[in-house]
């Protein structure tokens, strides 16, 4: 069974940081697409940075020179750094992985729980 479990949400300040985790389990992240998305009130859920295996981040045009994802192999985990945050950015966060699992023959497409990010003007 596959579990991301995000962290590192909360309340902050514009211009301020935060920095998000995910960690999985049932899961290697290096071996699969890692990505970070963020769901504003009614809207649709949005990509913010997305890690392909092998590949350097991609990001989103509004989270570009703010956000930076990176990911701790060892640990199974991935971040999202953000910065210089603003009201817009506030949202639920959440991790996203997809492709195959430790159990052969078992992939798919995972989310974690979210985490509610909020920028305060």
């Not at 071996?31 to 504003?40: F, L």
């Not at 953000?82 to 992939?107: F, H, I, Q």
């Amino acid at each position: 069974q596959v579990q991301l479990v995000e962290s590192g949400g909360g309340l902050v300040q514009s211009g301020g940081s935060l920095r998000l985790s995910c960690t999985a389990s049932g899961m290697i992240f290096s071996m699969n697409t890692v990505g970070w998305y963020r769901q504003i009130a009614e809207k649709e859920r949005e990509l913010v940075a997305l890690m392909l295996p092998g590949n350097t981040p991609n990001y989103a045009e509004f989270v570009k020179g703010r956000f930076i994802m990176s990911r701790d192999d060892a640990k199974n985990t991935v971040y999202l750094q953000m910065s210089s945050l603003k009201s817009e950015d506030s949202a639920v966060y959440y991790c996203n992985a997809r492709g195959m699992s430790t159990t052969p023959g078992r992939g798919g497409d995972f989310w974690g729980q979210g985490t509610q990010v909020t920028v305060s003007s």
